[in-house]
């Protein structure tokens, strides 16, 4: 179910599907681990001899590649906001920004990582763990996994509750030093640090806990219910240090 606090002013266009297969994604996460090292090296070429606008285009660079896939940002604002918590929990809620900074806040530093290949490290990220939003809820037996939903109305996600659990998940609300932006999937997203970017939703409107893995918008394109950043697709992480 869709948060029923979005801007209705918005009509993104219906999604294209291009179904990108299992070998063509483990084929692009090999080539974009082998090729960050090149392309970083290219990208501080270009920013050094020609100015950080250009080298930031380049995979490696210091900026990131806006995608939507509706072709359009959503607009929400801080006071509109709202991310609606629901399904198979005990206590429902809908919860604003100011009800998620006063939940117990957590901030690292980690790089996002694109499936084709382009990378920005070191971004500060600052929310709250997902699962002490799940703990606040309260998670009732028989849940198996999660789905997000976006205030673009049209991407979707998922994570297995164990995933969800990870220190390293979030819901964000600041990165890069300072609010999300409406670009980079603000006023709130989600950030999964030890996976591909796919998996991390930008414009968070909703969290459902439910009883089985429900494969969201990438997922019904072709790209993997588990995207690693080592390119591995079981549900555990098989290296937790890698990013």
Request: aromatic share 10%; net charge positive.
């Given at each position: 179910?869709?948060?029923?606090?979005?801007?209705?002013?918005?009509?993104?266009?219906?999604?294209?599907?291009?179904?990108?297969?299992?070998?063509?994604?483990?084929?692009?996460?090999?080539?974009?681990?082998?090729?960050?090292?090149?392309?970083?090296?290219?990208?501080?070429?270009?920013?050094?001899?020609?100015?950080?606008?250009?080298?930031?285009?380049?995979?490696?660079?210091?900026?990131?590649?806006?995608?939507?896939?509706?072709?359009?940002?959503?607009?929400?604002?801080?006071?509109?906001?709202?991310?609606?918590?629901?399904?198979?929990?005990?206590?429902?809620?809908?919860?604003?920004?100011?009800?998620?900074?006063?939940?117990?806040?957590?901030?690292?530093?980690?790089?996002?990582?694109?499936?084709?290949?382009?990378?920005?490290?070191?971004?500060?990220?600052?929310?709250?763990?997902?699962?002490?939003?799940?703990?606040?809820?309260?998670?009732?037996?028989?849940?198996?996994?999660?789905?997000?939903?976006?205030?673009?109305?049209?991407?979707?996600?998922?994570?297995?509750?164990?995933?969800?659990?990870?220190?390293?998940?979030?819901?964000?609300?600041?990165?890069l030093g300072a609010p999300v932006?409406?670009?980079?999937?603000?006023?709130?997203?989600?950030?999964?640090?030890?996976?591909?970017?796919?998996?991390?939703?930008?414009?968070?409107?909703?969290?459902?806990?439910?009883?089985?893995?429900?494969?969201g918008y990438w997922e019904e394109?072709?790209?993997?219910?588990?995207?690693?950043?080592?390119?591995?697709?079981?549900?555990?992480?098989?290296?937790?240090?890698?990013?």
């Open positions: 179910m869709m948060s029923a606090h979005r801007d209705a002013s918005i009509s993104p266009k219906a999604p294209k599907r291009v179904p990108i297969g299992r070998r063509v994604f483990i084929g692009l996460a090999a080539l974009g681990a082998a090729g960050v090292v090149f392309w970083a090296s290219v990208a501080n070429f270009f920013s050094g001899v020609l100015g950080s606008g250009l080298g930031g285009l380049l995979p490696g660079g210091d900026r990131f590649r806006i995608y939507s896939i509706t072709g359009n940002y959503p607009t929400v604002s801080r006071a509109n906001y709202r991310l609606k918590v629901s399904g198979l929990v005990h206590d429902p809620r809908t919860f604003t920004i100011e009800d998620l900074e006063a939940m117990p806040s957590t901030s690292f530093t980690k790089a996002f990582q694109c499936v084709t290949g382009w990378r920005v490290p070191d971004v500060r990220w600052e929310g709250v763990q997902l699962s002490h939003i799940l703990k606040t809820v309260g998670v009732k037996e028989g849940a198996v996994a999660l789905t997000f939903e976006s205030y673009d109305r049209a991407d979707t996600e998922c994570l297995t509750l164990d995933q969800a659990h990870l220190p390293d998940v979030i819901v964000a609300y600041r990165m932006t409406t670009e980079h999937g603000g006023p709130v997203r989600l950030y999964v640090a030890p996976m591909f970017g796919y998996k991390s939703l930008k414009w968070l409107s909703a969290i459902k806990v439910v009883d089985g893995v429900q494969p394109n072709g790209y993997p219910v588990n995207g690693w950043l080592d390119g591995t697709t079981g549900p555990t992480n098989p290296d937790p240090q890698l990013t």
